[in-house]
């Protein structure tokens, strides 16, 4: 993975997937970043840092992983 790759990502808090753009990728670190809108229609730009285990290139990939944890 590299800067400006799409991937996908599991939020806790917001019990979420979320689609984001890897912004740096630092040893077993990555920041992302992406977009949402709020209920009053305002845009906010958010970024975070996961553990490279926990950013993966598609949906179904993130899927998988989650699927095989939970069987």
Partial sequence: MKP???AW???NLAQ???EVTVREVR???VDVVW???DDRGEI???SMNFFATEVFPSREALCEHYR???E
């Fill in 44 to 46: 906010h730009h958010c």
């Fill in 27 to 29: 040893g077993d670190m």
């Fill in 9 to 11: 990502v599991y939020l």
């Fill in 4 to 6: 400006g790759d799409k």
């Fill in 35 to 37: 977009d949402f809108t």
């Fill in 16 to 18: 979420a997937i979320q």
């Fill in 68 to 70: 095989k944890i939970f």
